[in-house]
């Protein structure tokens, strides 16, 4: 069990915390996500909310200035019933500067221009170009009064009257610089360039699929009304940004745990440690004191071979010490036998010990008789 914590203790408490982590990331990528979409639903509605109150403050203006150009187009009309010499492209270009308007055309029944401030333009058929068709409503109606917006420059009015002369009809044309002024303030851009949408990026864009997607690292919210396309964007750093936080506060809390753990069982194994080592000590202390005796017994076998040497030797106890040396030798033959071979072996060899040791003693008293007969 030691060696699996020793071994397995780091890893399992680092994939406890790469489990927690991953656990936590998914609910807290969802909430973050649904709260940044929420924040930039409630931002494209504040937008398109102002935009639309800043429409409703131009309407004003831009009906002012069509009843306005439309006044100038009945009078106009009656100018040239009593004065056809008003037809003359110079006269239309020099009524044209006393009205402060851009230009005068007059057509026929069919819609084609017979005069026009602008000499170049005179044949022209405008009533078959579809810019142009709602004005043949006039043509042969000489009380209809029509004005009209261009659809692709709203600041440029159309107001269109028939002529009760002949038929036909005068249409004039003006760029308003007022009505300029009044789109300009509710355009989408001067709506949002001061407009508190904190971190978030809005800006007007081109038309497309409606709803949430990322790009560029972005979560972004396309939404179109009328003729306006907005895009809100919130960088995904942003987004995600309490889900970081929180991550890394689990990370670093589980890492905390990690490491007291580590610690923990690090403490737990001092003891261990310490009683292992005394286990060790201790044998080694036993095998010490086994060892002593045995070299207290050579030390001391040594000291009487040196005093043997040191005393004057007679021929008998050299003699002794060769028999005593003989046996010796033979006794550790004996007992390394003994150790090496089979029992019965081992036997044979202890009855031959036997043998040669009583020999070895009888030799050792007929020497001792001879020494007495001597």
Not at 59 to 86: C, G, Q, Y
Request: hydrophobic fraction near 45%; charged fraction near 25%; proline fraction near 3%.
């Amino acid at each position: 069990m030691v060696r699996f914590l020793r071994s397995w203790l780091v890893p399992i408490l680092a994939g406890l915390l790469l489990i927690g982590i991953a656990l936590a990331f998914i609910p807290f990528s969802r909430q973050m996500e649904t709260r940044a979409k929420t924040e930039l639903t409630l931002l494209m509605d504040r937008a398109f909310a102002r935009i639309d109150a800043e429409d409703r403050l131009a309407e004003p203006m831009i009906a002012a200035e069509e009843e306005n150009l439309l006044s100038k187009a009945v009078a106009v009309s009656r100018f040239l019933t009593h004065d056809d010499t008003l037809l003359a492209s110079d006269a239309l270009t020099a009524l044209c500067q006393q009205l402060s308007i851009d230009r005068i055309d007059v057509a026929n029944l069919e819609g084609t221009l017979i005069a026009s401030s602008d000499a170049a333009s005179i044949g022209t058929a405008i009533g078959t170009q579809e810019a142009f068709l709602w004005t043949m409503a006039a043509a042969d109606d000489p009380t209809a009064t029509l004005t009209q917006q261009d659809k692709t420059d709203l600041n440029v009015l159309y107001a269109c009257v028939g002529r009760s002369d002949i038929e036909g009809f005068v249409l004039l044309t003006r760029s308003d610089a007022h009505v300029k002024s009044a789109l300009a303030l509710a355009g989408a851009e001067s709506v949002t360039s001061d407009m508190p949408y904190g971190g978030d990026v809005l800006f007007p864009a081109e038309a497309g699929a409606d709803g949430f997607f990322y790009e560029s690292g972005n979560l972004c919210l396309r939404r179109t009304q009328g003729d306006v396309t907005l895009i809100a964007a919130r960088p995904t750093t942003e987004v995600f940004a309490v889900r970081t936080a929180a991550i890394l506060a689990f990370g670093a809390a589980l890492a905390c745990i990690m490491i007291c753990g580590v610690a923990a069982y690090l403490l737990r194994l001092e003891p261990v440690a310490a009683t292992e080592e005394d286990e060790t000590l201790s044998l080694d202390e036993a095998v010490l004191q086994h060892e002593e005796p045995l070299e207290a017994q050579e030390q001391q076998e040594q000291e009487q071979k040196r005093r043997r040497r040191k005393l004057p030797r007679t021929r008998e106890q050299d003699e002794e010490e060769v028999l005593a040396e003989a046996v010796a030798e033979v006794e550790r033959e004996h007992e390394q036998a003994l150790e090496h071979a089979p029992r019965q072996i081992s036997r044979g060899k202890k009855r031959a010990h036997e043998t040669a040791a009583d020999e070895g003693a009888q030799g050792h008293d007929e020497d001792g008789f001879e020494k007495i007969v001597e």
